[in-house]
C-alpha cells in the first residue's frame, strides 16, 4: 500500500509496516498496522485549524453595541454554537441581553476584523488582556465598518458582511475547564447580499460566497471549488461543454 504525506504530497510505501494485534475496548482482538512515519507528535499552543470568522454584535448596559471577531462558530441546524471567553464583554452582554447578530464577512473585510482584533468592550481590561488588548467603545468606527438596524433584535448588523444571522442566545453554559462558554444562539432570521444567492431562490450560491477563514491565525479565503456534497440542493449552474470534469459544478442539480 502506498500512502502520500500530507505535508510535502511525498508517496511513500507502507508495505511491510508491522502489523499490531491490540484489543478494542469491547476486549475482541484486532489487527492494524503501526502508523507510518509521516507525521510528527505536536504540541501546538492553538487549535484554529481554519474557521470562518464572525463578527458578533451584542448590546451593552448602556444600549450601545459592541462588534468583536470569533471563529469558534458552527451551525447546528439553526442553532449556532459559538465558544467565547468567559472574561469577554460579547459573553457579558449575552448573559443579560441574549440578542445578537452574527455577521460573516468575507476575505476582502480581513484588515477590518484585524482592527477589531486589539479591542475589547470591557472598560476594565481584564488582568490577563491587559498587556495586548485596550478597551473601545464605539467598536464599529474602529474599524470602519457600518451598522444598520436589524429586524428581530436590537443589536444592528454589519452593512459590509454579506451574511447576516440575527440571533436569540438560548442557553450559557461553561466549558469543562471554565475559561470560556458555550452559547447556543438560535438563528431568527437571516439577511443575505443579493450578489451571493441564486436569483429566484433561497439558496447560498457557494461559488459566489466566500467566508473570510481563521487558519491559525492567519487570515485565508477559499480556493476554487472542488466538488459538492450530494445533499446540496443549490441549482447547478449550466453547463459549459468547455469546462472539463471535476469542477463541481457541471454536474445536474440533484432532485
Ligand atoms: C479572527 C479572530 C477570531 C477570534 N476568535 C475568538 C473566539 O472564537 N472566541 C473568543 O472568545 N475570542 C475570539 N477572538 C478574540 C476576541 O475577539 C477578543 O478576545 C476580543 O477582545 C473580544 O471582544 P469583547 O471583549 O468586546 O467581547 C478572536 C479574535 C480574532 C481576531
Redesign the pocket.
Known amino acids: 500500500m502506498q500512502i502520500q504525506t500530507p505535508a510535502t504530497g511525498t508517496t511513500i510505501a507502507t508495505t511491510g509496516t508491522p502489523a499490531l494485534r491490540t484489543t478494542s475496548p469491547t476486549g475482541a482482538a484486532r489487527t492494524h498496522r503501526e502508523a507510518p512515519p509521516a507525521h510528527t507528535v505536536i504540541e501546538p499552543s492553538v487549535l484554529?485549524f481554519g474557521?470562518p470568522?464572525?463578527l458578533?454584535s451584542?448590546e451593552n448596559e448602556d444600549g450601545t453595541f459592541?462588534?468583536?471577531?470569533?471563529?469558534?462558530?458552527w451551525a447546528l441546524g439553526h442553532t449556532v454554537v459559538?465558544?467565547?471567553?468567559a472574561?469577554?464583554?460579547?459573553?457579558?452582554?449575552l448573559r443579560t441581553r441574549p440578542g445578537l447578530v452574527i455577521n460573516l464577512p468575507g476575505p476582502g473585510l480581513w484588515q477590518a476584523?484585524?482592527r477589531?482584533?486589539?479591542?475589547?468592550?470591557?472598560e476594565r481590561v481584564p488582568e490577563a488582556?491587559r498587556e495586548m488588548?485596550r478597551f473601545?467603545a464605539d467598536?464599529f468606527r474602529a474599524a470602519g465598518l457600518t451598522p444598520v438596524d436589524s429586524g428581530t433584535v436590537r443589536p444592528p448588523r454589519v452593512a459590509e458582511c454579506p451574511l447576516q444571522l440575527e440571533a436569540r442566545t438560548v442557553r450559557i453554559r461553561p466549558d469543562d475547564g471554565g475559561d470560556?462558554?458555550i452559547v447556543e444562539a438560535r438563528v431568527l432570521r437571516v439577511h443575505a447580499d443579493p450578489g451571493i444567492v441564486v436569483p429566484g431562490t433561497d439558496h447560498v450560491d457557494p461559488g459566489a460566497w466566500s467566508p473570510?477563514l481563521?487558519n491559525f491565525?492567519h487570515?485565508f479565503g477559499l480556493g476554487p471549488e472542488l466538488g459538492r456534497s450530494f445533499r446540496s440542493r443549490t441549482p447547478a449552474p449550466a453547463r459549459n461543454p468547455q469546462d472539463g470534469p471535476g469542477t463541481g459544478r457541471t454536474g445536474p442539480a440533484p432532485a
Open positions: 484554529y474557521t470568522v464572525a458578533l451584542t459592541n462588534l468583536a471577531p470569533v471563529s469558534s462558530a459559538l465558544g467565547l471567553g472574561e469577554g464583554h460579547t459573553g457579558h452582554n476584523v484585524e477589531l482584533a486589539p479591542l475589547t468592550g470591557c488582556k488588548f473601545e467598536k470560556f462558554l473570510l481563521y491565525r487570515y
